[in-house]
């Protein structure tokens, strides 16, 4: 079964300082990979997502993520950041084929201090 | 569209009370799902469905049951409810390949 590793569980950051979130997964086949992002008592919406194609995939607000297969790795990043983007990110997947279940990430909590 | 919605919101039970949560979607989706937050641990999959009528098991599922009747309704029951059952339960639903569209989340404590 695949699997989804955020490393970092809380990352504070100053704003307009540059983010980047990492994001690894177990899987030896094709994938789909996504980013949600839910603000504080709000539900989970996307961030943007990967299915084929250029790697680098640009979402809203301004995040964009790199798909590296070679690294297993889906990192998402912001160039600067807002107090706005205060929210716990989540990383997910599901395999390319049976496509119906995600596999979601622990998730990572971001506090931006004004 | 409302896209998915969820009933209650919030919901307080003692140990060994049933409820259920309904998830509605307008989407005209074929897959739903039912997920669990807790913190620390992400969303765990409780069960998910593929279709009207059919119903699958998914990470977590012990202790809840599904049905599927109508393809825009998805129901979660917990028949006797337990301390370990707290938490935020999310539905989602989704047309492969897209993404999976979550609704506002139902707080749920047992006592």
């Known amino acids: 079964a695949q699997s989804v590793s955020q490393h970092n569980h809380h990352v504070i950051l100053s704003e307009a300082a540059s983010l980047e979130l990492g994001c690894n997964y177990s899987?030896?086949?094709?994938?789909?990979l996504f980013w949600y992002v839910q603000y504080p008592g709000q539900h989970l919406q996307l961030l943007l997502k990967?299915?084929?194609?250029?790697?680098l995939v640009k979402g809203i607000k301004g995040f964009e993520a790199e798909f590296i297969k070679s690294k297993f790795s889906f990192n998402l990043r912001k160039p600067s950041v807002q107090w706005s983007d205060t929210a716990e990110y989540f990383c997910?997947?599901?395999?390319?084929?049976?496509?119906?279940?995600?596999?979601f990430g622990t998730g990572t909590r971001l506090t931006i201090i004004p | 569209n409302a896209g998915v919605t969820q009933t209650p919101k919030f919901r307080v039970l003692k140990t060994g009370q049933s409820m259920t949560l309904l998830c509605a979607q307008d989407?005209?989706?074929?897959?739903m799902y039912w997920y669990r937050q807790d913190p620390g641990m992400g969303l765990r999959l409780i069960h998910y469905?593929?279709?009207?009528?059919?119903?699958a098991k998914g990470e977590v599922p012990d202790g809840y049951n599904v049905s599927r009747l109508k393809k825009q309704n998805f129901l979660l029951g917990l028949e006797s409810a337990a301390p370990s059952q707290t938490s935020v339960y999310f539905c989602?639903?989704?047309?492969?390949?897209?993404?999976?569209?979550f609704g506002p989340g139902t707080r749920l404590t047992v006592t």
């Open positions: 989602a639903s989704s047309s492969p390949p897209g993404e999976q569209y």
């Open positions: 899987y030896g086949g094709t994938v789909n």
């Open positions: 990967y299915f084929s194609g250029d790697p």
């Open positions: 997910a997947v599901t395999l390319n084929f049976g496509n119906e279940k995600l596999t």
């Open positions: 989407m005209n989706h074929e897959y």
């Open positions: 469905s593929v279709g009207e009528g059919t119903t």
